[in-house]
């Protein structure tokens, strides 16, 4: 593993963070808010701004569920998400972007149903799944393209 430093924004205060990749594991805080920078939780994105640092500025990928409140299989599917999120953190980001609030990121990344699972590498997308998932799935199909 690299000991150089990678950038990790801050789920809570969206703070870009250096910590040591061999330090991952050892639940680093931001140094701006204090708070855990990964606690087992997707991060909620419902803001343009925001969305743009995380995929932009982590150094970690970042796996992003776009959904919608009203669309049945998304709410199916979000305590498997959940579940995801406490196995592939802290080497992966989970988000979550709510379509409804910011329908601008769901026209700009092209989402054309919903739930859409959306990895990002560097800053850009490198894999794509549309349809419901159990949290195996999602976990098997996440590490599957970092390979």
Do not use: Y
């Amino acid at each position: 593993m690299s000991t150089d430093p990678l950038h990790i924004v801050c789920p809570h205060c969206h703070t870009t963070n250096r910590v040591a990749a061999a330090d991952l594991a050892g639940a680093p805080d931001c140094g701006k808010c204090h708070q855990p920078l990964f606690n087992g939780h997707p991060v909620a994105l419902d803001d343009e701004a925001a969305f743009d640092k995380h995929i932009a500025r982590s150094q970690v990928p970042v796996l992003v569920d776009f959904w919608a409140p009203w669309c049945g299989p998304c709410r199916m599917m979000a305590p498997a998400f959940e579940q995801a999120a406490q196995q592939l953190e802290p080497h992966m980001r989970l988000a979550k972007v709510n379509t409804e609030a910011v329908q601008n990121l769901a026209v700009r990344h092209n989402i054309r149903s919903i739930p859409t699972l959306a990895l990002f590498v560097n800053g850009r997308e490198v894999a794509r799944q549309p349809g419901a998932m159990g949290a195996a799935d999602i976990v098997r199909w996440a590490r599957s393209q970092l390979r």
